[in-house]
């Protein structure tokens, strides 16, 4: 099993893959018991959603990162897949500005992705 630093490094890649943007990590260590890691990224489309999630989910798969969890289907507009010590939430933009989960966990540590 991977620690969740390398399975944030391994969302991070997979979302890049698939062009997902203004991708945040956010170091929830200190802030709350539910993850290590909660990274938030949009799509611009259900296509592009759906492409972004299955590419975390292969990639985990490959590196044997356990995955606990995928919510939501192929015409939600905010897809939410937990790895165990990093819960990732795929939003079309709308979704995003609507739940404003980065303003929900103002507290917690911008994380530097490479």
């Known amino acids: 099993?991977?620690?969740?630093?390398?399975?944030?490094?391994?969302?991070?890649e997979a979302i890049d893959n698939k062009h997902g943007e203004q991708?945040?990590?956010?170091?929830?260590?200190?802030?709350?018991?539910?993850a290590d890691y909660l990274v938030i990224t949009q799509a611009n489309s259900h296509r592009q959603l759906q492409a972004?999630?299955?590419?975390?989910v292969d990639e985990s798969k490959k590196q044997s990162a356990e995955i606990l969890q995928v919510e939501?289907?192929?015409?939600?507009e905010w897809l939410l897949i937990?790895?165990?010590?990093?819960?990732?939430n795929?939003?079309?933009p709308d979704a995003r500005?609507?739940?404003?989960?980065e303003k929900l966990f103002a507290d917690?540590?911008?994380?530097?992705?490479?």
């Open 72 to 76: 939501g289907d192929k015409n939600s």
């Open 52 to 56: 972004i999630v299955d590419e975390i």
């Open 90 to 92: 795929v939003f079309l």
């Open 23 to 34: 991708t945040v990590a956010l170091d929830m260590k200190d802030s709350s018991v539910m």
């Open 82 to 88: 937990d790895l165990y010590d990093v819960i990732v």
């Open 1 to 12: 099993m991977k620690d969740s630093k390398q399975i944030l490094d391994l969302v991070v």
């Open 108 to 114: 917690a540590k911008l994380v530097q992705l490479d």
């Open 97 to 101: 500005d609507f739940y404003a989960l």
